[in-house]
């Protein structure tokens, strides 16, 4: 019998606001333990949540985003469960009305073609604390500075089929909530963490297996792991004849495994009920529109753009736009020298691969967007050759300076003067009567091989700087 898995995904995604959802207590990562928690956050008696403004704006950003429903009324709901890391012991966070309705999200896939995935729902919550274990010999150290910290709960329909499309899912949706700029969604940090609920049916039949939950898988290797483990264990068992148990499990990166967590609660365990402590959320058109004229340029549309604008293939106007400060440096670069194609290029393979060998993100980059443009600009007036440009760029990534400095310190102009080629071309063809012989004897095809010595040969000798075009010009009418 074959098998088909079946996976839905539930992002939790920490928003990018200045405070909690409901305290004033800061949200920055990396303070020392507990020091961003207050009376609130600590749930001490007789305080009272107090919604902030900016995480409901966060949150319609992103639901016009995926063109999804709003709910103009939205209300807070209490989850009941007990964790030492949640001090309240219940989480405000909406069920029945939340702010983000139904919508579709297309996402592009290795192939070239697209996958439309359904989402579900997007609710606002609260984040829990964190425990910690690692310096804690037989004991559990709670930080509450997490606790509060806004929440966007992005569930899917179970509209995947493969690991790959859960992945390349993730990754548009990082693009998207970054270009928003409602979330860092640096997921080492934990501002962006993956739920998956993954089963197997029989192919062919539309009725759902039973479905194991992952809890919080931090990467997209990750996330890709966690699955194709978790569907050849339960492939097994099924092949075996067994059943599946609902419950949630781990992935344990380590082991590349997936264990057993807890049996699988459902929605009455956690006995929802209205939040007392806080109004229903109302808004009207007005709003709505406001949020979405505040929009900026989308993912998708940026992609078509570059693919139109700077007439780019669609695989470098995807790579291209796949950050919003990618995109935004690369426009700047293509500004400053003019020449899009040549600067799609130059960002694609000098810049990343420069900023890969050196473990930097692009916002640490040694080099402005227009001080690359400006080299850029150096190549396409022929004041240096591409060859000699890697050379400059290598300076510039040292902070030698800008590429005219370095061009006119280390005396790399480019050898366009007819005359001195000319005296090359005829030393070259004097040193090398064999070439010339079998330049003369070749037919056509052979003879565009030969050349390629001859150009070679005077590059040499002008150290790299003479004019490449200008030289095969040349070179055509000496050796004719």
Same mark, same amino acid.
């Given at each position: 019998m074959?098998?088909e898995?079946?996976i839905?995904?539930?992002?939790?995604l920490?928003?990018?606001?200045?405070?909690?959802?409901?305290?004033?207590? $800061?949200?920055?990562?990396?303070?020392?333990?507990?020091?961003?928690?207050?009376?609130?956050?600590?749930?001490?008696?007789?305080m009272?949540?107090?919604?902030n403004a900016?995480?409901?704006?966060?949150?319609?950003m992103?639901?016009l985003g995926v063109?999804a429903?709003?709910g103009?009324r939205?209300v807070?709901?209490r989850?009941?469960?007990f964790?030492?890391?949640l001090p309240?012991?219940?989480?405000?966070?909406?069920?029945?009305?939340?702010?983000?309705?139904?919508?579709e999200?297309?996402?592009p896939?290795a192939?070239?073609?697209?996958?439309?995935?359904?989402?579900?729902?997007?609710?606002?919550?609260?984040d829990?604390g964190?425990s910690l274990?690692e310096?804690?010999?037989?004991q559990?150290g709670?930080d509450?500075?997490?606790?509060?910290t806004?929440?966007?709960?992005?569930v899917?329909e179970p509209?995947?089929?493969? $690991?790959e499309?859960?992945?390349?899912?993730?990754?548009?949706?990082?693009s998207?909530v970054t270009?928003?700029g409602?979330s860092?969604?640096?997921?080492?940090e934990?501002?962006?963490?993956?739920?998956?609920?993954?089963?197997?049916?029989?192919?062919?039949?539309?009725e759902l297996?039973?479905?194991?939950?992952?809890?919080?898988?931090?990467?997209?290797r990750?996330?890709e792991?966690?699955?194709?483990?978790?569907?050849?264990?339960? *492939?097994?068992?099924?092949?075996?004849?067994g059943?599946?148990t609902q419950?949630?499990?781990?992935y344990?990166a380590?082991?590349?495994e997936?264990?057993?967590?807890?049996? /699988?609660?459902v929605?009455?365990d956690?006995?929802?009920?209205p939040?007392p402590?806080l109004?229903?959320v109302?808004?009207d058109?007005?709003y709505?529109?406001?949020?979405?004229?505040?929009?900026?340029?989308?993912?998708?549309?940026?992609?078509q753009?570059?693919?139109?604008e700077?007439?780019?293939s669609?695989?470098?106007?995807a790579?291209?736009?796949?950050?919003?400060?990618l995109?935004?440096?690369?426009?700047?670069?293509?500004?400053h020298?003019g020449e899009?194609?040549i600067a799609?290029?130059?960002?694609?393979?000098?810049?990343?691969?420069?900023?890969?060998? $050196?473990?930097?993100?692009?916002?640490?980059c040694p080099v402005?967007?227009?001080a690359?443009g400006?080299?850029?600009?150096?190549?396409?007036?022929g004041t240096?050759?591409?060859k000699i $440009?890697?050379?400059v760029?290598e300076?510039?990534?040292?902070g030698?300076?800008?590429a005219?400095a370095i061009?006119?310190a280390k005396?790399l102009?480019?050898?366009?003067d007819?005359g001195e080629l000319?005296s090359m071309?005829?030393?070259?063809i004097?040193?090398?009567?064999?070439? *010339?012989?079998?330049?003369q004897?070749a037919?056509?095809g052979?003879? /565009?091989?030969?050349?390629?010595?001859?150009v070679?040969?005077v590059m040499k000798r002008? /150290?790299?700087?003479?004019?490449?075009?200008l030289?095969?010009?040349?070179?055509?009418k000496k050796?004719?």
């Amino acid at each position: 019998m074959s098998w088909e898995m079946v996976i839905g995904l539930e992002v939790h995604l920490q928003l990018a606001t200045q405070s909690k959802i409901f305290s004033g207590s $800061a949200t920055a990562f990396g303070a020392p333990p507990n020091t961003q928690a207050n009376a609130v956050d600590l749930a001490m008696p007789g305080m009272l949540p107090v919604l902030n403004a900016e995480a409901v704006r966060f949150a319609v950003m992103f639901g016009l985003g995926v063109g999804a429903e709003i709910g103009k009324r939205s209300v807070f709901d209490r989850k009941n469960y007990f964790y030492p890391d949640l001090p309240k012991g219940y989480q405000i966070s909406q069920f029945e009305q939340p702010i983000v309705g139904r919508g579709e999200f297309v996402i592009p896939l290795a192939d070239g073609s697209t996958h439309t995935i359904g989402i579900t729902r997007a609710h606002l919550e609260e984040d829990a604390g964190k425990s910690l274990h690692e310096d804690f010999q037989g004991q559990t150290g709670i930080d509450l500075n997490r606790a509060g910290t806004p929440l966007l709960e992005i569930v899917t329909e179970p509209d995947f089929r493969s $690991a790959e499309q859960a992945v390349a899912y993730l990754k548009s949706l990082h693009s998207l909530v970054t270009y928003l700029g409602i979330s860092d969604g640096n997921m080492a940090e934990g501002s962006m963490r993956c739920d998956i609920n993954l089963s197997l049916r029989p192919s062919g039949t539309d009725e759902l297996g039973t479905r194991t939950e992952i809890k919080n898988v931090n990467s997209f290797r990750f996330v890709e792991r966690a699955i194709r483990f978790e569907s050849a264990r339960q *492939l097994d068992i099924l092949e075996d004849g067994g059943s599946i148990t609902q419950e949630t499990r781990l992935y344990d990166a380590d082991r590349d495994e997936t264990r057993s967590m807890r049996s /699988k609660e459902v929605a009455n365990d956690y006995r929802y009920f209205p939040e007392p402590d806080l109004l229903p959320v109302v808004f009207d058109d007005a709003y709505i529109e406001a949020v979405r004229q505040s929009l900026p340029e989308l993912p998708r549309d940026k992609r078509q753009r570059f693919a139109d604008e700077y007439e780019l293939s669609d695989y470098d106007a995807a790579v291209l736009s796949d950050s919003r400060e990618l995109a935004d440096y690369f426009e700047t670069v293509a500004k400053h020298c003019g020449e899009a194609k040549i600067a799609a290029n130059w960002v694609q393979v000098e810049l990343l691969g420069q900023l890969n060998k $050196a473990d930097l993100p692009l916002s640490e980059c040694p080099v402005p967007a227009p001080a690359l443009g400006g080299l850029i600009a150096r190549i396409t007036d022929g004041t240096i050759s591409g060859k000699i $440009a890697k050379q400059v760029f290598e300076a510039m990534w040292n902070g030698e300076g800008d590429a005219d400095a370095i061009i006119e310190a280390k005396g790399l102009k480019q050898v366009s003067d007819t005359g001195e080629l000319e005296s090359m071309i005829d030393e070259v063809i004097a040193e090398s009567p064999d070439q *010339l012989a079998q330049y003369q004897a070749a037919d056509d095809g052979k003879r /565009k091989k030969l050349v390629g010595y001859f150009v070679g040969q005077v590059m040499k000798r002008s /150290k790299g700087q003479a004019n490449p075009q200008l030289v095969n010009q040349l070179l055509a009418k000496k050796l004719s």
